[in-house]
């Protein structure tokens, strides 16, 4: 299968941490640019941060910059988002999103592979 595969979501508490995990095939993943967007009910599906096929670029929203930390193992055909310092507003379904190229992109449209999402919620 092509779709890629979240993992990592829950519920924590504001201030706290979770590392959210992305798997793909290889032949989806390799040379690609991939990232991740998220959503919150009532929103529309937002750019948070994006990675080059060779992990040495990213690109991070202005609401996540310094806190979230996108990363990419293409050994395990893995995409990682370590996100610290989570707030309530950080509350959506987050998505995976393999690209067309091997640059990534903090539009939506430039991605031709997306997962199904997994829960974050933050609480208080």
């Known amino acids: 299968q092509v779709q890629p595969v979240e993992s990592g979501g829950g519920l924590v508490q504001a201030g706290g941490s979770l590392k959210l995990a992305c798997v793909v095939p290889?032949?989806?993943?390799?040379?690609?640019?991939m990232g991740w967007f998220r959503q919150a009910p009532g929103k529309e599906r937002e750019f948070v941060a994006t990675?080059?096929?060779?992990?040495?670029?990213?690109i991070y929203a202005d609401s996540v910059k310094d806190r979230f930390t996108i990363s990419r193992d293409n050994a395990k055909n893995t995409m990682y988002l370590q996100m610290n310092g989570l707030k309530p507003e950080d509350t959506a379904i987050y998505y995976c999103?393999?690209?067309?190229?091997?640059?990534?992109?903090?539009?939506?449209?430039?991605?031709?592979?997306w997962g199904q999402g997994t829960q974050v919620t933050v609480s208080s």
């Open positions: 999103a393999v690209g067309r190229g091997p640059t990534g992109s903090t539009t939506a449209g430039a991605y031709q592979y």
């Open positions: 290889r032949r989806t993943s390799s040379n690609n640019g």
């Open positions: 990675i080059n096929w060779r992990g040495g670029s990213s």
